[in-house]
């Protein structure tokens, strides 16, 4: 594998390959207005877009705001449907095949075949490994404080030309990031956009790299901004801890959250919504809380005659595909127990049947 891009930008700037990037940007959103707007003329848009890329004219469009309260509350910023085509082609074309291999094996988040029940895995793995060859041990467990906001596009600029020489990919990668002519004052990457989720990861390689080949440590996982690593006693934690907020300071301008602390492995990990532990996983107390709290609104829903059956089953669904990665089933005994619309012929009718399906298994009571 070459060590950096070179004269890639126009080979794989094509009809084709925009094509491809238009169909991957509207999956799920096919029958939003701005998409049918612009496939009603699809060629002509899609070779305007080509000419603009290729004679160095193409400037993002304006950003859309909204807010958004799950998991946690922030703003999220979107670009205009042709904006997304081009992230798409940008991600698939170059990011994907030149940049992710040279990430660590035991990152996972936006990233193909992994993801986070594969974090998980990894940690608890670790976790048996280290105990395995040296009995008890330590758990340091960091994240990044308003990592988004706090990312450097200056310094990701500058991460990004290790990797890029192509003059023209170059050009639009500072387009991309600075959303025009570099502003050294601005700080942060839009969370909406799809190539923030790559930047964000190559950004905190550099972090991965500093831990893996100068640090020595061997068991490390990191998913986004949070990380694990397994050492051997408190001593170490602290060393280690030290060490990696000093280089999140001088090298990517970040720092970790408050919430970052070493304790003993017996304790658990909470680490990707579960808390992990050598002989088994749970799952974490805000799942459980936030599980209640539906299965309250959906009763309420169903006493009132306004349940949507559909999404309902879709969302509980979503719950036990998720608390089925951990030791979880009395819980969801009794949670599927306590959902009174479940003993109701309606569910039958009103929902796709093949969203209970998952449920023969269980035993109602």
Known sequence: MCKKIKNWFLEKLTFEKLLEAHYRAKQHKTYKGEVIKYELNLENNLTNLLHQLANGTYRLGKYFTFKIYEPKERYIQALPYKDRIVHQWYVEEFIKPFIIPKFINTTFACLTDRGTHKAVEEVQRQMRIFQRNNGDFWILKCDI??????????????????????????????????????????????????????????????????????????????????????????????????????????????????????????????????????????????????IKRNVKKWNRAYTNHTLDFSHTMQSLNSWIGHSSHCNSFHLQQKVLNSCDFLFSPNVYKKSNENLISDMSNYEFT
């Open 145 to 290: 404080k308003k990592f988004f906001y706090s990312i450097n596009p200056c310094i990701l600029f500058n991460i990004m030309k290790k990797y890029i020489q192509d003059s023209k990919l170059l050009a639009l990668t500072q387009i991309l990031i600075f959303n025009g002519p570099i502003n050294l004052t601005q700080c942060g990457i839009p969370i909406g956009n799809y190539t923030s989720q790559f930047f964000a990861n190559i950004y905190l390689n550099e972090l991965d790299q500093y831990i893996k080949r100068e640090l020595k440590i061997k068991f490390y996982t990191r998913y986004m901004d949070d990380f694990v690593l397994i050492l051997k006693n408190k001593a170490e934690c602290i060393d280690i801890k030290k060490k990696i907020e000093i280089f999140l300071d001088k090298n990517l301008n970040l720092s970790l959250n408050d919430k970052s602390r070493y304790y003993p492995a017996k304790m658990g990990v909470n680490f990707c919504g579960y808390r992990i532990f050598t002989t088994h996983r749970l799952l974490r107390t805000n799942s459980k809380k936030k």
